[in-house]
Every structure is written in C-alpha cells, then in structure tokens.
C-alpha cells in the first residue's frame, strides 16, 4: 500500500503519516502547491499512491476574507485537481473539512449530522464546502472528514501555535484573557483524529463522515478547562463574538454529530479527557 500525504508538516498531518499503514509519502507545499494546478497531476503520476490523503489547506479562517482568490484556489480548485488527479492513478482520496459548512443557522442548538444542509458564513467555510462537492464529485472513491477545533502538538502549520497552546502563552504573560463565548463546538485532538482515520479508512469508507472528540463546549469554558487542568489561576473573562470582532463570522454552534461514525464502530473520548491526554504529553516533554 502506498499512501501520499499531503500538508504533511501541518498539525494533523504530522500526527497522521506516523499512524497510517504502508509506504508513506509524506508531501509538503513544496512537491504539490494546491494553488498551483501544474504541480498536481504530475507528481501523483509519479508517485502512483493507491491512497491520497489531503490535510492541507488554507486554513487561515481570517486571512481568507482578505485573500479569497487564494483560500478557493487551494480549498476549491486545488482540491478538486488533487481529487481528479488521484482518480487519474487509480487512488482513493481522503480530505478534510470542517464545522464551518455549517453556521447560516443562527438558531440551531443541536449537533450537526451528515444529512442536515450546510450553510457557510465565511470565504474559508463556502471554500471548504465548494471543496467537499468537487472532491466527491471528482473521484467516487472519496471520503471526505469533517472535524473541529483542532489542536496537536505540533502546533498549526508546525509554526508552534493552536488554541491551547496560545492560552497557556497568555496565562504565563500574566495578562488578563478575553475568550468568545457565545461559539459552541467540540475541541478535537489532533492524534485522536489521525487514529480514528486510519481505522475509518480500513473499513473502505467513503462520503461524508463527522469525526471530532465527543461532547460539546464554548472556546471560554476550553481556555477555563485548559487552565483549571494546568492548575493555573488566570484572569479570564467571557465575551461575545461581537466584542472579539474578528475579520471573519463563525457559526454560533458548529457541534459535529458523530453518530454516522459509530455506527460503523468507532468513538472518540470525551473533549476534556483528550486535553488531558495533550497537557499530560506536554508535560512530560514531548510537545
Ligand atoms: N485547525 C482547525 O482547527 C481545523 C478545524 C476544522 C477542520 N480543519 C481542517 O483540517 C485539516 C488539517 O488542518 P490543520 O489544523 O492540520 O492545518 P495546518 O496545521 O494549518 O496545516 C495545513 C497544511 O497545509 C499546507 N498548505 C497550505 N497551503 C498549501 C498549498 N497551497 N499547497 C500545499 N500545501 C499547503 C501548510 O503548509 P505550510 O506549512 O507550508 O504553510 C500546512 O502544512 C484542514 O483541511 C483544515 O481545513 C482544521
């Protein structure tokens, strides 16, 4: 089995090359540049995989607002040669999505299944969506992922930053902290999705499947969590999207339902218990 990975470098890919099974070529910008069309077929000409699998993106959800061209060229386009180009060879393709097809539903307050309708309120969410359809469209032997609020130890784009990471900066800063509070969705470990990955791809999976930790909460009540696990006493105050006034919207409530991925056997642990699981390796020195 050979299996090309691309956005290798990235925090999920540098969690997932490790885990899958067989020769694994793990691909940077530098071999295949999604924005680029010319880089992509070539290469997996070359290569041969039997699988694709695709964590790269451009996944700077404020920057995309100030450079939409880029984010749907490699979100969209990118995404839709990458999924032609493996069909080309004869390899599956997985890729990564995220909660953020949802949020034009401003009233919802229950998990998000497979079936419901999305509805982006940002150019990374309707970029990614465009993503998804191209992808199956492209190559029938797609499976597309959605997932949440990813963290892992190495940190977005291996540039030493995630969620987690920026809370405990801030708490040794000593500076008070201001988090949303009025997002809701799931906190999803990096290492807990590239394990439940690589089991939902020896079942031969493909469509559209939901994969995030289990449970739900705000990013204030993580940063609290992140900082009542690390034993640290921070100033940390709520605050509405609104006050943050970030470049992009975010959905109120992007919880992913993961019922279709039980069903075929797989769960995930419970939000907190994963973080436990990143502070614990941290401390231990592995991060
Ligand atoms: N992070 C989250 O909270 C989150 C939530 C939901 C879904 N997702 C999805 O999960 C997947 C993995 O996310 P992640 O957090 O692991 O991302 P990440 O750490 O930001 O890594 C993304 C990777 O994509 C590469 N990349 C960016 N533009 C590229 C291009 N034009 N051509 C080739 N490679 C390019 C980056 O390379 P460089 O290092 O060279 O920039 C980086 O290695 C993505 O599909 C993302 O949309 C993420």
Redesign the pocket.
């Known amino acids: 089995m050979r299996i090309a990975v691309?956005?290798?470098?990235?925090?999920?890919?540098r969690d997932l090359v490790p885990r899958l099974p067989g020769e694994v070529f793990a691909l940077?910008?530098a071999d295949?540049?999604?924005?680029v069309p010319g880089s992509i077929a070539g290469r997996l000409a070359e290569l041969k995989p039997d699988i694709v699998v695709?964590?790269?993106?451009?996944?700077l959800v404020d920057k995309a607002e100030a450079e939409p061209d880029l984010a749907w060229r490699?979100n969209a386009g990118?995404v839709r040669d990458l999924a032609r180009a493996a069909a080309t060879v004869g390899a599956r393709f997985v890729h990564?999505?995220?909660?953020?097809v949802f949020g034009l539903d401003a009233g919802r307050a229950s998990p998000w299944s497979e079936t419901d309708a999305p509805g982006p309120v940002s150019i990374y969410g309707a970029s990614?969506l465009a993503g998804e359809y191209l992808a199956l469209a492209a190559n029938p032997r797609t499976l597309v992922i959605r997932?949440?609020?990813?963290y892992?130890v190495h940190g977005?784009?291996?540039k030493g930053g995630n969620f987690v990471e920026t809370m405990l900066r801030l708490a040794g800063q000593g500076k008070p902290v201001k988090v949303v509070d009025d997002q809701h969705c799931t906190p999803t470990a990096?290492a807990d999705l590239a394990e439940a990955t690589v089991k939902l791809l020896s079942t031969g999976a493909t469509g559209l499947f939901h994969i995030t930790n289990a449970g739900a909460t705000t990013w204030f009540e993580l940063a609290r969590e992140i900082f009542r696990q690390s034993q640290l006493s921070v100033d940390l105050t709520p605050i509405s999207s609104e006050q943050f006034n970030a470049p992009a919207r975010r959905p109120g409530f992007s919880v992913l339902d993961c019922g279709k991925l039980a069903r075929v056997g797989i769960e995930l642990r419970d939000w907190p218990e994963a973080l436990a699981g990143y502070l614990e390796a941290r401390k231990a020195g592995k991060i």
């Open positions: 691309l956005g290798s470098l990235g925090q999920l890919g940077t910008r295949i540049d999604l924005s695709n964590c790269a993106a451009h996944n490699v990118g990564f999505s995220t909660d953020y990614k997932t949440c609020g990813l892992g977005t784009g291996g990096t």
